[in-house]
T-cell receptor
C-alpha cells in the first residue's frame, strides 16, 4: 500500500538556519503530495502541495519539489524563525485518502 | 470563512465508558473525514463520508467505534466502550469534493481523548 517516510526528529535549529526535512514516498499511480504543519495546540494546516512531477509547492518561505525519479518531496526553508517551531507532516493522496508520515518536530531557538 | 469546528477540545474518561465527538465541516464541503492521531504518529483515517453516505470505513474498529452524518452536514464519532489504547487526538477534516481524492483537506483543531 501507499506509504510515506519522513526523517525522524526532533530537529533543533538556531534562528536563521537552513532547514531540510526529508520525505520519500511509495505509491501506485500519480499521487499528489502535501506538507501539513501542526503548531502547538492547533490542528493541522496545509502548508504546501504539488500535484504532478517537477511541480514546486511554496508558502511562507517553505518550498518542496515533487521529484518522481527519486520519489521524494523534501521540505526546505532558507532561514527559519522561532515561529516555525511545529510538527511537520508529509502526506500523499493517490487512489486513497491522505496517507501521512509520522511527523517531524522542529524546534527553532533564538 | 469559518473553519472546521470540533467539540469538545479535551475529554478524560475511564475505560469501558462511552464518549462522543462532534464535528461541523466548512460550509458547502461534501466530504468529511475522521482521523485518529496517536501520540508520535501521523493521523490515520477512520472513516470518510460523502454527503451522508459512507465511502470508506475499512479502518474503523466497528466493534466499538461508530460514526454518522445524518443530514450530510455535521457528524458524530462515538466510542463505546473505550479502551486505554483509544487515547489519541481525533481530527475531523472536510473537503469540497470526493470525486478527486487529491482535493485539499481542511482540518479542525481536534479532540484530545485520554482514557484512564
Amino acid at each position: 500500500g501507499d506509504s510515506v517516510t519522513q526523517m525522524e526528529g526532533p530537529v533543533t535549529l538556531s534562528e536563521e538556519a537552513f532547514l531540510t526535512i526529508n520525505c520519500t514516498y511509495t505509491a501506485t499511480g500519480y499521487p499528489s503530495l502535501f506538507w501539513y504543519v501542526q503548531y502547538p495546540g492547533e490542528g493541522l494546516q496545509l502548508l504546501l502541495k504539488a500535484t504532478k512531477a517537477d511541480d514546486k509547492g511554496s508558502n511562507k518561505g517553505f518550498e518542496a519539489t515533487y521529484r518522481k525519479e527519486t520519489t521524494s518531496f523534501h521540505l526546505e526553508k532558507g532561514s527559519v524563525q522561532v515561529s516555525d517551531s511545529a510538527v511537520y507532516f508529509c502526506a500523499l493522496s493517490s487512489d486513497t485518502p491522505l496517507v501521512f508520515g509520522k511527523g517531524t518536530r522542529l524546534s527553532v531557538i533564538a | 470563512e469559518a473553519g472546521v469546528a470540533q467539540s469538545p477540545r479535551y475529554k478524560i474518561i475511564e475505560k469501558r465508558q462511552s464518549v462522543a465527538f462532534w464535528c461541523n465541516p466548512i460550509s458547502g464541503h461534501a466530504t468529511l473525514y475522521w482521523y485518529q492521531q496517536i501520540l508520535g504518529q501521523g493521523p490515520k483515517l477512520l472513516i470518510q463520508f460523502q454527503n451522508n453516505g459512507v465511502v470508506d470505513d475499512s479502518q474503523l474498529p466497528k466493534d466499538r467505534f461508530s460514526a454518522e452524518r445524518l443530514k450530510g452536514v455535521d457528524s458524530t464519532l462515538k466510542i463505546q466502550p473505550a479502551k486505554l489504547e483509544d487515547s489519541a487526538v481525533y481530527l475531523c477534516a472536510s473537503s469540497l469534493w470526493a470525486a478527486s481524492l487529491k482535493e485539499t483537506q481542511y482540518f479542525g483543531p481536534g479532540t484530545r481523548l485520554l482514557v484512564l
